[in-house]
């Protein structure tokens, strides 16, 4: 059983590029997170999923950020724009649902690193 | 405002020895409770979940929870220097909210 997968794993953009990060949660799962996480921080909730519906956008930046889960393929997180303060790991996690017994499983993270 | 604290540490805890991380949560209504433990550069990985008051063991990890007092402890027995990461509290309020993160406490096992 394939675990979450993440794609790119290191992704180097330019100021003012785009960046997309493509997940893909584990088989059975429909409920999609992303976090991201600064170097010797935390995890900062961004953006929680289902497919076709965003949930809970409370941690995303109101701009340059946008999530979608679309009915087949990926969830994607897309950066617009991109600036130096965006470099850091994006985690994304799946679970099966969203009830009290549900654990998130993480994927191996995409670092992104703004030149 | 819901909030999970940890100490950030750094423990240091010698090779054998029993490590005992904590965490406190201040929503009493707080129904799910996660131990994960990240490596510096990799993910989190998910080693306990608690559900009920008392304690849970796993191999070397015994997770404990006290409602009462708000406070979930993750131990770890005959700790190895492969042990040495951050290990992260979650904690899920209910089935509609999301997890909420401690800072991680950082753990080190001296050979």
């Not at chain 1, 956008?57 to 109101?62: I, L």
Request: glycine share 8%; proline share 6%.
């Amino acid at each position: 059983n394939a675990g979450v997968m993440q794609n790119p794993r290191h992704l180097v953009r330019r100021r003012g590029q785009e960046a997309r990060l493509r997940c893909s949660p584990m088989k059975g799962h429909s409920h999609v997170y992303w976090y991201r996480q600064l170097p010797e921080e935390g995890l900062k909730f961004m953006v929680y999923l289902q497919k076709e519906n965003i949930i809970d956008e409370s941690g995303m930046p109101k701009e340059r950020f946008s999530a979608e889960f679309p009915k087949e393929g990926p969830s994607i997180l897309r950066i617009q724009q991109v600036v130096r303060g965006d470099s850091a790991a994006y985690f994304c996690a799946s679970s099966p649902g969203q009830g009290i017994f549900n654990e998130q499983f993480f994927g191996p993270g995409t670092r992104l690193t703004v030149l | 405002q819901k909030e999970v604290e940890q100490n950030s540490g750094p423990l240091s805890v010698p090779e054998g020895a029993i490590a005992s991380l904590n965490c406190t949560y201040s929503d009493r209504g707080s129904q799910s409770f996660f131990w994960y433990r990240q490596y510096s550069g990799k993910s989190p990985e998910l080693i306990m979940s608690i559900y009920s008051n008392g304690d849970k063991e796993d191999g070397r990890f015994t997770a404990q929870l006290n409602k009462a007092s708000q406070y979930v402890s993750l131990l770890i027995r005959d700790s190895q220097p492969s042990d040495s990461a951050t290990y992260l509290c979650a904690v899920k309020v209910d089935s509609n909210y999301q997890l909420i993160w401690g800072a991680g406490t950082k753990l080190i096992i001296k050979p």
